[in-house]
């Protein structure tokens, strides 16, 4: 069985090609592979890999950028998207695409279902929600958060940065949702491959935080892990003394208990898997100094 898997340079892409079943083949595109702008390449490409699977993890995610380049972000999040859905119905192949929880306004008072409606707030959300209706209803659309993994461009590696050169970080504690660690989603993705699943689905780490609860958090567990050599003081700030250009969605807590009930998942909390990546990078960061 063959994969196609877009996207492989970004956290998941890696993840996606990391995590490969046994029985299973996989090529990765980047971004400099596979010129998501044209679909007579996707065509192509698709064609020549005649793949079983298409694994999307390919994204425009520059979301405050978004703002002043919406042609940018709708070519890539939503005509790229439906240009390698028609591929895959032309050659079989089943598509996983991967969307996100900025599709929904995050006014909900409880976490959002799979089947809630989206109200994106900013360019980037309405470019994913395009997307998701470009990828059309055989295939399998996961909507995740906050995802980070070792050595990518995140999150819980700006903090890390941030923690050893500043005597003090502030993080807007008014933005609620769940970290996701790239591997854990990389499992789902591949399992509703395999599955040959169709339709939304969700998928972030157990548990609650906001964006401060999830800076402690990274701060405590490398100061265990001995990444960092003090302790910084860390600041809760509201997100109105931090002002973006994309608006943010202030709750989007996504529920992945119907995605678990599928896939015979068991919920893992969300600082388990920090745990998890840090000590993950800090072996490869071992790795690379001897």
Do not use: C
């Not at 989206?118 to 470009?134: I, Q």
């Not at 969300?270 to 990546?277: A, E, S, T």
């Amino acid at each position: 069985m063959k994969a196609l898997i877009t996207g492989a340079a970004g956290q998941l892409g890696r993840a996606l090609m990391d995590a490969v079943p046994e029985g299973w083949e996989a090529t990765g595109l980047t971004r400099a592979e596979l010129d998501l702008s044209d679909p007579s390449v996707i065509a192509r490409e698709v064609e020549a890999h005649r793949p079983d699977a298409i694994l999307n993890a390919a994204a425009y995610t520059a979301v405050d950028r978004a703002e002043s380049d919406e042609s940018a972000a709708f070519a890539v999040n939503a005509a790229a998207v439906g240009a390698i859905a028609h591929a895959a119905r032309a050659t079989g192949a089943r598509l996983v695409h991967v969307s996100t929880d900025f599709v929904f306004d995050g006014t909900s008072p409880r976490a959002y279902r799979p089947d809630d409606g989206r109200n994106p707030l900013s360019v980037y959300g309405r470019s994913k929600a395009a997307g998701e209706d470009a990828a059309g209803p055989a295939a399998a659309i996961v909507r995740t958060a906050w995802v980070y993994g070792a050595g990518g461009a995140n999150f819980v590696n700006t903090m890390l940065r941030l923690m050893r050169t500043r005597d003090e970080v502030r993080v807007v504690a008014d933005q609620i949702g769940a970290p996701t660690w790239a591997a854990g989603l990389a499992d789902t993705v591949w399992a509703l491959a395999l599955g040959g699943h169709a339709g939304v689905f969700h998928h972030s780490d157990a548990g609650v935080a906001s964006w401060y609860d999830f800076a402690v958090a990274v701060q405590e567990e490398a100061l265990a892990l001995g990444m960092l050599e003090r302790a910084v003081p860390v600041l809760p700030i509201a997100t109105a003394d931090y002002p973006l250009p994309a608006h943010r969605p202030a709750f989007s807590l996504l529920d992945s208990a119907a995605t678990r009930a599928l896939l015979g998942q068991a919920p893992t909390h969300w600082r388990v898997n920090l745990r998890h990546m840090l000590a993950q990078q800090m072996a490869a960061e071992r790795g690379d100094r001897s």
